[in-house]
């Protein structure tokens, strides 16, 4: 079972961490992968982590904003200097970790909920 929480409204600029608690699996020997879903727009894959790779993230927007992060059972976004186009529901992903295939391109077997994020001021 994978839990999101942490997402909110916040101001441009401002920060959030999702965090993504992880149950009936061995975090050590996975991974996991944050997307985000925009109204209208495909599903993206924003950052991921796994046993063989990463973290790795997927859209140049959030390259030094973004940070993925495991500790434990819990797999975490920090998400930093936010903008507009942050905006969307965030889900995060679990399945098996593929030596030699990238965490962003690995499909995943099993989904939370979703977290929703909304920037603006």
């Known amino acids: 079972q994978l839990v999101e929480s942490g997402g909110d409204l916040v101001q441009p600029g401002g920060s959030l961490r999702l965090s993504c608690v992880v149950s009936?699996?061995?975090?050590?020997?996975?991974?996991v992968s944050w997307f985000r879903q925009v109204p209208g727009k495909e599903r993206e894959g924003i950052a991921c982590?796994?046993?063989?790779?990463?973290p790795r993230y997927g859209v140049d927007s959030v390259k030094g904003r973004f940070a993925v992060s495991r500790e434990k059972n819990t797999v975490y976004l920090q998400m930093n200097n936010l903008k507009s186009e942050d905006t969307g529901i965030y889900y995060c992903?679990?399945?098996?970790?593929?030596?030699?295939?990238?965490?962003?391109?690995?499909?995943?077997?099993?989904w939370g909920n979703g977290t929703r994020v909304t920037v603006s001021s």
């Open positions: 992903a679990l399945d098996l970790p593929r030596l030699g295939e990238s965490c962003l391109k690995q499909p995943y077997a099993e």
């Open positions: 982590i796994s046993t063989f790779d990463g």
């Open positions: 009936g699996h061995d975090l050590d020997y996975s991974a």
